[in-house]
């Protein structure tokens, strides 16, 4: 199955009608919708689903289309706009929330993959009123520009200075089993995956330096 | 407020706000997440249907037939706009593309219809659900197949003639004694900033509503209104906060179009953002451009021939690309020559992006003043020193309004240690790794223009200014912010700004480095008029009130600045125009870039080591905002030295790699340190507030010095941008 | 993205069975699946979640290796305390891969699994073999910088683009699979990848509906473990090239490389010339090499990039 094209010849209506049979035949532990569906040869597609996890500390159950990604249910379905959507593709880390603690691309994740899951969005790093200290060093330092790529970067650079605490090792670091600690290159190569065009680096790293506890 | 003479001493002078580096304004709302971009106005818009185009397959030919009726079966799908329902649309003034295709196409990922759905998943999947039948016709993608058959290009809005001689180039360059003669390429280029283009349109009865991502709110208003064929009047465009722009978000394009459109046909709002991998060839670029230049010297190395040719493409009536701009005015020589060429190419349209034809220009030139530098066995500091001209080349006798480049190439030679650099190529080993340091001077324009802002003071003394300049993370907020809170004599904390909404006065819009100048200087116009009103209502003379710590006093009596308005909020609005002053004085801002490379010696990878810039820029509004202008663009020069391209496939007609995957720009991993310089200029030609821009100035001649330092650390001088690996590797004999 | 259903398996047999429904596709991270759905390059009509089955440990083999369950993380296969002292390879060519966020989401399997990022693949106005079999390949007289200049065809040339890959075949990894009937097998690496031939759309020997249920990795060997890659930017970018060097103190070594062909490329007869050198190597490694005009350096660039290696730690 590691090709998609084989099944090219069977017809919509017959992939549907099968899934449903298999559905209930095997009894697999679905998703809400999916046992309703009748086990008729013909079927209306049963293509949405209900998933509860929590954000930023709030219990959230939600019914939808099971396309729908981390990202486009917290900005379209939750409004929860802080976390962005620069790409769709996982190629700018605009989008980056942390699940469980740690940093994922939330556009390449479907709702539906985060039963249970803890997520924590920018909204709930901090408030203007009473900001992280990464948001506020952020502004210190003038860590941002357009503002765009601001609130990924945020809860990467939460997220880097975890990992670096646990130890968990980069492609830079010299040592593999060393204890790993901040420094500029560590801090910018764990960073890659979060672009910046109007180019704020040098100046993240130096918010985030501040933050670590660490100068120059 | 006409401005048309030197400024004097002014308020802005007492520098209480103006010329800190003061945190950005908006900090706290785009740190948290709580700024709000085009995409998000949900409060605004409750029921928004989702809008998705679908770019056409083919760079150039027709559509034969669309068939939707699989698009139209599909759950959730309102509506569906192609050309034969849109109703007739116009070019704007700006960008000459059609927004929707039909039955032509003139380019790949040109919008062929817009699908309007109750979810964006659902629009999406019914995108891929339209059968467009195409019939290819043959286009021309290869600008260097075109590039003997170009033409020269009519007179344009913006950037310089299209040819400029002055003496006698060809005679002085064939008789001088140490001569270079070389050709260059920069590739077409995206602006990627990170919020991809995005609208939510709003129709009410004839008036149209769109929260858009757009840097000139008056451009905007103005093509939308051609395009779509409706009066100006019914148009409000809003854009508070954009994800930034680089040039890439000028005025109208695809997604304002199609918002509009669709909201209309599916009388319903409609929000719609362009999907990242459409926007490299739906939108505008940078083009590629091919430089010749030629520089004729003394032996003891002072120019006395310079000639710069350039060649772009566009599609049929664009713009070209005006890469010989800085020639005209950065180096002395008598003799010159410039010339444009411009050729017809199917590709997406080529545009302003961040410091058009000047930053494409200097990533040829500089390196060619490397390169003669090195003929002439000088070095590259002092061979640009030694050509420094204090009046316009061009026009002996026009004076510099002011010109610090010695200056900014001195201090930075001194700050990098640029002594330290072994003029010998390839002679520095780190390890596996090839040290080498390169230079390059920065010029850019400083163009200044009529602004309007209006100005409200209410009973509690707070200030609130209104004009519809945008904020693409250029810091304007807060230099706005800055000027009308030391124009008024509170604190920042007293002062609200608001941008980005057509219906506020006129302001002179993001672009071309003029922004903050002129936008600040429209605010400056408005609060004297406040303060007028103010003493007036105090029972002042205006001429002797001193604003300050939120009171105004003359003579003994003082009263809270609040106490003007007390039984109503006074409300002041005015605009700067402008004079003859540029015309006298070339205006124009400088510095020098200075970078340090490592080249791997095996495997030629490239990684910037240290970075510094010294800018001289007019009267620095907020050094930190400034700062992080000049960072940004050195970054953005990184990434057009060493990686940025978009790839033409000359069959297919089409740039290659669209998605930011495959169009590299830098990450953090890329970027050191940066250090940037801000020398002291005040320069009372421009305006009272005496600034300049350096948003565009910091991008211009980084990547040449990176280039250049490339070349010193390995002997390998690459001329095609970007300096990739597999480059040094050919060349490396 | 086409419509789906959406079912999470809870264990392992549930979602082996669960494969045979008609349009089922397995869903681990999802970082590559739902890249390419979106774009309908992939058009599953069931998606099997499989992230929540268990399989993600890594244990100790009785033979001294250790297996890597199929859903383990890249980011916690990386930073295994076993893995970064035995088989440091792996380690950083975990590490060199993708960024720290798709790291913590993708897995074991469905890095192995990833397809091509060739840009026309990408793109599905163009004709392409990988994508629609007998459509054309777009890459050969395209844009192919990025492309393979070995074992690639007249159909495709395509890279695979997986460093963890690249890594496992050095070490010679084992992966192991169970089909919906439950039966299981193991395939070694360098057996795993097919090279495109006239079917570039058929890239592993796995079965229809087989899944990845761990990969093994034999008792450690030892030596001085190398991974460099190459590419334009500092990170964040998917190879060149690449290079997964194994260096033993008698002058031997394992060498695999990547960015160059359809799946990481080594070879048996050339290993015996790693003493001689990064020339000879290198010479019989790409013996028979293809490339296009675009990609010609490539072939520089592996010597080079082994030179590099062997200098730095044979001195
Ligand atoms: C911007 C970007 C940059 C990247 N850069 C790099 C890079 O530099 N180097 C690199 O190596 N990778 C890179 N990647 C790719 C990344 O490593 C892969 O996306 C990831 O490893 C896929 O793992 P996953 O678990 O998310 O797979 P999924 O997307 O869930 O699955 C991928 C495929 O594997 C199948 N599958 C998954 N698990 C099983 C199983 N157990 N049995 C059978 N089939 C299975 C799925 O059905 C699917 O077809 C990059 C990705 C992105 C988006
Ligand atoms: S190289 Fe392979 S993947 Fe790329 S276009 Fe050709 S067939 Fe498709």
Known sequence: ??????????????????????????????????????????????????????????????????????????????????????????????????????????????????????????????????????????????????????????????????????????????ELMGPMAFSNAEFRERMSGNLCRCGAYSNIAQAAAEVAGVTG | MKFDKPAGINPIDQLKVIGKPTDRIEGPLKTTGTAKYAYEHNQEVTNPAYGYIVGSAIAKGMITRID??????????????????????????????????????????????????????????AGSLLKIDYKKSKGSFDLDALKDSAQTPPPAQFGPPAQTMIGDFEGAFKTAQVKMDETYSTPDQAHAMMEPHATIAKWEGDKLTCWCSIQQMNWGVRDLAIILGIPKENIRLIASYIGGGFGGKGTVLADLVAASLAARVAGRPVKLALQRPLMFNNTIHRPKTIQRIRIGADPDGKITAIGHESWSGNLQGGRTEPATASTRILYAGANRLTRLKL?????????????????????????????????????????????????????????????????????????????????????????????????????????????????????????????????????????????????????????????????????????????????????????????????????????????ADGRVRAGDRSFALGDAAKNAELVAQDEMTYGELSKEYAQTTFGAHFVEVAVHAYTFEIRVRRMLAVCHAGRILNPKAAR?????????????????????????????????????????????????????????????????????????????????????????????????????????? | MKPFTYERAETLAQAAAAASKPGAKFLAGGTNLLDLMKLQIETPTHLIDIGRIGLDKIEPTPDGGLRIGALVRNTDLAADARVRTDYAILSRALLAGASGQLRNKATTSGNLLQRTRCPYFYDTNQPCNKRSPGSGCSAIAGFSRQLAVIGSSDACIATHPSDMAVAMMALDAVIETVKPDGKTRQIPISQFYRLPGKTPH??????????????????????????????????????????????????????????????????????????????????RLLEGARPTQENAFKLALVERTIEGILTENRS
């Open chain 1, 1 to 174: 199955m590691e090709n998609e094209n084989g099944s090219g010849s069977i017809t919509r209506r017959e992939m549907l009608a099968g899934t449903a049979v298999a559905v209930t035949a095997l009894a697999i532990t679905s998703v809400t919708g999916l046992e309703a569906a009748p086990a008729s040869p013909i079927v209306t597609p049963v293509e949405s689903a209900g998933v509860s996890f929590n954000v930023n500390g709030k219990a959230v159950n939600l019914e939808m289309d099971t396309r729908t990604t981390l990202l486009d249910v917290l900005r379209e379905h939750l409004h929860l706009t802080g976390t962005k959507k620069g790409c769709d593709h996982g190629q700018c880390g605009a989008c980056t929330v942390l699940v469980n603690g740690r940093r994922i691309n939330s556009c390449l994740s479907l709702a539906l993959q985060h039963q249970d899951d803890s997520i924590t969005t920018i909204e709930g790093i901090g408030t203007p009123e009473n900001l992280h200290p990464m948001q506020s060093a952020f502004i210190k330092h003038d860590g941002f520009q357009c503002g765009y790529c601001t609130p990924g970067q945020i809860c990467s650079a939460v997220a880097v200075l975890e990992e670096i605490k646990a130890g968990v090792p980069s492609h830079v670091s010299t």
């Open chain 2, 68 to 125: 939707q009726s699989a698009a139209k079966a599909a759950p959730g799908v309102l509506a569906i706009v192609t050309a034969a329902n849109a109703g007739p649309l116009q070019a704007g003034k700006f960008y000459v593309s059609r927004f929707l295709a039909g039955p032509q196409i003139d380019h790949y990922h040109q919008a062929v219809a817009v699908v309007v759905a109750e979810t964006f998943e659902q629009a999406r999947y």
């Open chain 2, 343 to 547: 050729a017809v190419l199917d590709l997406a349209e080529g545009n302003a992006m961040r410091a058009p034809g000047e930053a494409p220009g200097m990533m040829a030139l500089e390196i060619a003043m490397d390169e003669m530098a090195e003929k002439l066995s000088m070095d590259p500091v002092a061979f640009r020193i030694k050509n420094d001209s204090q009046e316009d080349p061009e026009k002996p006798g026009r004076k510099f309004s002011t010109r610090k480049l010695v200056e900014c190439l001195q201090t930075g030679a001194e700050k990098f240690g640029w002594n330290s650099r072994n003029a010998k190529p390839g002679s520095i080993k780190e390890g596996q790794w090839l040290i080498g340091m390169g230079v390059a001077s920065a010029v850019r324009g400083a163009p200044v223009t009529k602004s309007a802002a209006r100005v409200r003071l209410n009973s509690s003394g707070i200030i609130t200014v209104e004009t519809d300049m945008t904020d693409l993370g250029t810091g304007t907020y807060t230099i706005i912010a800055q000027t009308a809170a030391e124009m008024m004599g509170v604190g920042l904390d007293k002062v609200v700004v608001k941008l980005g909404d057509s219906s506020f006065p006129e302001s002179a819009g993001s672009g071309g480095q003029w922004g903050a100048a002129s936008s600040t200087s429209g605010v400056y116009a408005a609060c004297v008029k406040l303060r007028e009103a103010v003493a007036n209502r105090l029972g002042l003379d205006a001429d002797k009130a001193q604003f």
């Open chain 2, 628 to 733: 992080s202008q000049v960072i940004g663009a050195m970054t953005m020069g990184v990434g057009a030295a060493l990686m940025e391209e978009m790839v033409v496939d000359k069959n297919i007609g089409f740039f290659v790699n669209h998605d930011l995957a495959g169009y590299e720009v830098p990450v953090h991993a890329d970027i050191p340190y940066q250090e940037v310089i801000l020398l002291e200029d005040i320069d009372p030609t421009m305006s009272p507030m005496k600034a300049k821009g350096i948003g565009e100035l910091g991008l211009c001649g980084v990547a040449s010095a990176v280039a250049n330092a490339v070349y010193n650390a390995t002997g390998i001088r690459v001329r095609d941008y970007p300096i990739t690996l597999d480059k040094l590797l050919k060349n490396n004999v």
């Open chain 3, 202 to 283: 058929l890239e592993t020997t796995l079965e229809k509906n087989e899944l990845i249920t761990s990969v093994i990795l034999p008792a450690p060997v030892g030596g001085i473990h190398v991974y460099h890659k190459v590419r334009d930017r500092a990170s964040y970018a998917f190879a060149l090239v690449s290079v997964g060097a194994i260096l033993f103190k008698d002058g031997s070594g394992r060498i695999a490389v990547g960015g160059v062909a359809p799946r990481p490329w080594r070879n048996a007869s050339a290993e015996k010339l790693i003493p001689i050198g990064a020339k000879e190597f290198a010479s």
